[in-house]
T-cell receptor
Framework: DTGVSQNPRHKITKRGQNVTFRCDPI?????LYWYRQTLGQGPEFLTYFQNEAQLEKSRLLSDRFSAERPKGSFSTLEIQRTEQGDSAMYLCASSPFLGAYNSPLHFGNGTRLTVT | AQTVTQSQPEMSVQEAETVTLSCTYDTSESNYYLFWYKQPPSRQMILVIRQEAYKQQNATENRFSVNFQKAAKSFSLKISDSQLGDTAMYFC??????????????FGKGTKLSVKP
């Protein structure tokens, strides 16, 4: 169990550019989640996958955001045409599916995005 | 819609003393789960303790315990014998107990706890 890994740790981009983040969950965790955390706030749910299926998306996930988990292992989160309001920490988490209570989320260290 | 409120943005406690962090929530759901997560500086968030809404007994994990008052929709965290390593942001979180939203944790804004030597 090497933990949830996120890359890159930091990303600085200019407004209008596209960015992609990667998350490698704990092996054999079939659930993977993306959250966004802005300064002074708690994390906000964006989306989650069970294996390769995207089961839920938040209204926060605008058309500029897309997430994939093609083989049910790692996941990518892409933001197109970035805006300054996208600046935040993007957190990935994974869990086994043992029921909502018995599957606490294991979080990664996050990717900090700064849009200039 | 569910909301989670943490009314204490910052707190401090002396090492070895006890501190209580407050959390209230609003929901019309009858089946749900409550959590406290800890986010140390520059480190990942980790689960501290969890509680099922239908269990009246308060959860306990070593030095951490909760006071769950379902009618009042209150879920406070008590840390006994505080240690320097307890310094962190603490987030209270709510999750529905069934249906599609089983990954959708709703977090409060957090309480920054500083343990002083």
């Amino acid at each position: 169990d090497t933990g949830v890994s996120q890359n890159p740790r930091h990303k600085i981009t200019k407004r209008g550019q596209n960015v992609t983040f990667r998350c490698d969950p704990i092996s054999e965790h079939n659930r993977l989640y993306w959250y966004r955390q802005t300064l002074g706030q708690g994390p906000e749910f964006l989306t989650y996958f069970q294996n390769e299926a995207q089961l839920e998306k938040s209204r926060l996930l605008s058309d500029r955001f897309s997430a994939e988990r093609p083989k049910g292992s790692f996941s990518t989160l892409e933001i197109q045409r970035t805006e300054q309001g996208d600046s935040a920490m993007y957190l990935c988490a994974s869990s086994p599916f043992l029921g909502a209570y018995n599957s606490p989320l294991h979080f990664g260290n996050g990717t900090r995005l700064t849009v200039t | 819609a569910q909301t989670v409120t943490q009314s204490q943005p910052e707190m401090s406690v002396q090492e070895a003393e006890t501190v209580t962090l407050s959390c209230t929530y609003d929901t019309s759901e009858s089946n749900y789960y409550l959590f406290w997560y800890k986010q140390p500086p520059s480190r990942q968030m980790i689960l501290v303790i969890r509680q099922e809404a239908y269990k009246q007994q308060n959860a306990t994990e070593n030095r951490f315990s909760v006071n769950f008052q379902k009618a009042a929709k209150s879920f406070s965290l008590k840390i006994s014998d505080s240690q320097l390593g307890d310094t962190a942001m603490y987030f209270c979180a709510f999750m529905k107990g069934y249906g599609g939203s089983q990954g959708n944790l709703i977090f409060g804004k957090g309480t920054k706890l500083s343990v002083k030597p």
